[in-house]
């Protein structure tokens, strides 16, 4: 069973940032793709981005291109979201996926808020 936990997440300011980051406990990190997730109260979980394993980087939301980066290393098992500019739209809970062939895993979540 592999864990995933994230973690980074908290309050900050309109404008502010942070660096949520996803550790995976599994040997065979390195093969996985490894995306971010959100879902705001009341909202469907929505798609934010994802990295492969060579580290080709893929984002949904519109909202949050240009803003948010994903990033992995292999050699810690782990992967970020950095998070610029965030505004109050931006508060939810993030969650990380980590995806090996169709076995999915996903971690509790973290909580974003931000204040306006």
């Known amino acids: 069973q592999v864990q995933v936990v994230e973690s980074g997440g908290g309050l900050v300011q309109a404008g502010g940032s942070l660096r949520l980051s996803c550790t995976a406990s599994?040997?065979?990190?390195?093969?996985?793709?490894m995306s971010w997730y959100r879902q705001a109260p009341g909202k469907e979980r929505e798609f934010l981005a994802a990295i492969g394993w060579g580290g080709s980087a893929t984002y949904g939301a519109n909202s949050v291109k240009g803003r948010f980066t994903i990033s992995r290393d292999g050699a810690r098992n782990t992967v970020w979201l950095q998070m610029n500019n965030l505004k109050p739209e931006d508060t939810a809970n993030y969650y990380c996926?980590?995806?090996?062939?169709?076995?999915?895993?996903w971690g509790q979540g973290t909580p974003v808020t931000v204040s306006s």
């Open positions: 599994s040997p065979t990190f390195s093969t996985y793709r």
């Open positions: 996926n980590a995806d090996q062939g169709g076995y999915e895993y």
